[in-house]
């Protein structure tokens, strides 16, 4: 029902920023609850933001006061805003949607985001 293509990814240096998006198809977006993942190799799959219909947001400590997740609800889209970027913030990032009723839960393809001098 629910097809999600993000983009944005790239090489950036440390201190850097980045603006990733994803597209969501389909209708009904503003039940989703929103979020991006991101996994590292050898790591497993974490939260780093999430958003409501609403708007409410949150955000784990590591990425909390770098990261901004928004949505755009007349464009079926969400962006991650990412600033003073680390290395450790290098991994593949997925967007996420789950239904606010009915729990179904979607995966986009992922993107790259390496933070390297």
């Known amino acids: 029902q629910v097809q999600l293509v993000e983009s944005g990814g790239g090489l950036v240096q440390p201190g850097g920023s980045l603006r990733l998006s994803c597209a969501a198809s389909g209708s009904g977006f503003s039940l989703y609850v929103m979020g991006w993942y991101r996994q590292a190799p050898g790591k497993q799959r974490e939260m780093v933001a999430v958003i409501t219909g609403g708007g409410q947001t949150d955000y784990p400590n590591s990425v909390e006061g770098r990261f901004t997740i928004s949505r755009d609800n007349a464009k079926s889209e969400i962006y991650l805003q990412m600033n003073s970027l680390k290395p450790e913030d290098t991994a593949v990032y997925y967007c996420?949607?789950?239904?606010?009723?009915?729990?179904?839960?979607?995966w986009g393809q992922g993107t790259q985001v390496t933070v390297s001098s």
């Open positions: 996420n949607a789950r239904h606010f009723v009915s729990g179904e839960n979607y």
